[in-house]
Structure formats: structure tokens, C-alpha cells
């Protein structure tokens, strides 16, 4: 099993990136996807999530408006687009595998940082 997060980098705020996060090893159709952050000296937090079929979506208050989670089943990836990024966004981003949108992973990616600073 593998879970392979892309995209990150440095982006000034305002900014936009959009994050990948490759499966294999499993069947990726069946499980939710969900998005976590963790910044320095902080527990990770959960940002995003979307069901197995991708039809029903939930996010953080504090990416309302900003990110959106979305994933191709026949790819094998679920995304997360990030606009107008902040500096309080600043993490290493890792994707989780769940077998329900509100459950723990039962699968994790190593993670991407992103960085968001002028």
C-alpha cells in the first residue's frame, strides 16, 4: 500500500497550489480520502474529506472558501486545491485512507510540505 502526496512548495500568500496524493496497493474507489495538516510544534489537524464515489465533500472552517478536495477514482488521486493561501497554512499536508469519510485512515501518505511566506 501507497499513498504519494505531490505539489507542495513555497508560494507567496495569496497564492495557489494544488496537492496530489497517489494511491496503490488497494483499492482506492472504496475509501474516503482525507486531508490533514501539521505545522510546527502543532497535532495534526484535519483539513478535507470526500466519500469513496467522491459525490459528498466536507472541509475545516478555516478552508472554507479556499481549498477544495476532489478526487479521480480512475487515477487512483485525490486532490486538494488550496487559493489563497496564508501563512497560517504553512504545514506538512498528508492524505489519509478511510473506510468511512469521518473515520481515522487506515492508510497514510509521508506528506508535502507547503509553505506560504513573502
Known amino acids: 500500500v501507497q499513498l504519494v502526496e505531490s505539489g507542495g512548495g513555497l508560494v507567496q500568500p495569496g497564492g495557489s497550489l494544488r496537492l496530489s496524493c497517489a494511491a496503490s496497493g488497494f483499492t482506492f474507489s472504496t475509501y474516503a480520502m482525507r486531508w490533514y495538516r501539521q505545522a510546527p510544534g502543532k497535532e495534526r489537524e484535519w483539513v478535507a474529506a470526500i466519500t469513496s464515489a467522491g459525490d459528498s465533500t466536507n472541509l475545516e472552517d478555516s478552508v472554507k472558501g479556499r481549498f477544495t478536495i476532489s478526487r479521480d477514482n480512475a487515477k487512483n488521486t485525490v486532490y486538494l486545491q488550496m487559493n489563497s493561501l496564508k501563512p497560517e497554512d504553512t504545514a506538512v499536508y498528508y492524505c489519509?485512507?478511510?473506510?468511512?469519510?469521518?473515520?481515522?485512515?487506515?492508510?497514510w501518505g509521508q506528506g508535502t510540505q507547503v509553505t506560504v511566506s513573502s
Open positions: 489519509g485512507a478511510a473506510l468511512r469519510i469521518w473515520a481515522l485512515p487506515t492508510y
